[in-house]
C-alpha cells in the first residue's frame, strides 16, 4: 500500500515565485525525509533531507518543513527557476530494522518553472 | 567525485529473453539498493544487499534475481521478460547506517519487445 501520499501531482510556477510539494506519510518508523530531485531520464539526485528531531531546515533556495504530529513534510522551493523544472520525490526511510535504507518514494510531483 | 555506474544504459530484450544489468557502487558503498522505475511510475524497491548478503526484498518478482559480489558491485537477473518488465532500473549504493545518503546511478533502460 502507498505508505507516502505526496501533492500535488503537478505544479506550474512562474519564474521567481515559491514553489511548495507536500508530503505525507503513515508509518511513524520512518527517520529520515528526504526529497529527491529527477530530470527526465536521470537517476534520483539528494536534494535535502531532514530528521524528526528538527523542524525546519534550509539549504539555500530549499526549505523542508517538518510536522511530526500532522506526520506531513513539505519542500518549499523559494526564488524557482526555469532549471528547478523536475520530478519531485519525497521519499521517507527507516534508519533502523530490516528495511533500514529502503526508500518509500511518492508518487511524484512534477514542477514545471516557466519564464 | 566517483557516482554509481550502471550498465548497460540501454537494452532491447524480446519477450521470455533473459537480461542482465550490472551495477558498480561508489567507492567503499558496502550497501546496494535496486529499484525500478515504470514510464510516469515512482520508483519501486526490489531488492537490497549489504555485504553481500541480501538484506531487504521488495516487490521483486520471481523471475528476478539478484547478487552482491566480493568486489561490492551487484547483478540485476531478469528471465521470462514480460512487456510489463520494460522499465528504467536504478541501481543506489550508500555506507550501510543511519542517516547516510543513498545515491542514485543514472538507470538502465531496459525495452522489452
Known amino acids: 500500500q502507498q505508505q507516502v501520499k505526496q501533492s500535488p501531482q503537478s505544479l506550474i510556477v512562474q519564474k521567481g515565485g515559491i514553489s511548495i510539494i507536500n508530503c505525507a506519510y503513515e508509518?511513524?518508523?520512518?527517520?529520515?525525509f528526504p526529497w529527491y530531485q529527477q530530470f527526465p531520464g536521470k537517476g534520483p539526485a539528494l536534494l535535502i533531507a531532514i530528521r524528526p528531531d528538527v523542524s525546519e531546515k534550509k539549504e539555500g533556495r530549499f526549505t523542508i518543513s517538518f510536522n511530526k504530529s500532522a506526520k506531513q513534510f513539505s519542500l518549499h522551493i523559494m526564488d524557482s527557476q526555469p532549471g528547478d523544472s523536475a520530478t519531485y520525490f519525497c521519499?521517507?526511510?527507516?534508519?533502523?530494522?530490516?528495511?533500514?535504507?529502503?526508500?518509500?518514494f511518492g508518487r511524484g510531483t512534477q514542477l514545471t518553472v516557466w519564464p | 567525485a566517483a557516482g554509481v555506474i550502471q550498465s548497460p544504459r540501454h537494452l532491447i530484450k524480446e519477450k521470455r529473453e533473459t537480461a542482465t544489468l550490472k551495477c558498480y557502487p561508489i567507492p567503499r558503498h558496502d550497501t546496494v539498493y535496486w529499484y525500478q522505475q515504470g514510464p510516469g511510475q515512482d520508483p519501486q524497491f526490489l531488492i537490497s544487499f549489504y555485504e553481500k548478503m541480501q538484506s531487504d526484498k521488495g516487490s521483486i518478482p520471481d523471475r528476478f534475481s539478484a547478487q552482491q559480489f566480493s568486489d561490492y558491485h551487484s547483478e540485476l537477473n531478469m528471465s521470462s521478460l514480460e512487456l510489463g518488465d520494460s522499465a528504467l532500473y536504478f541501481c543506489a549504493s550508500s555506507l550501510f547506517g543511519a542517516g547516510n545518503t543513498i545515491y542514485f546511478g543514472e538507470g538502465s533502460w531496459l525495452t522489452v519487445v
Open positions: 521519499a521517507p526511510w527507516r534508519g533502523r530494522g530490516s528495511t533500514l535504507g529502503r526508500l518509500y
Open positions: 508509518n511513524t518508523a520512518f527517520d529520515y
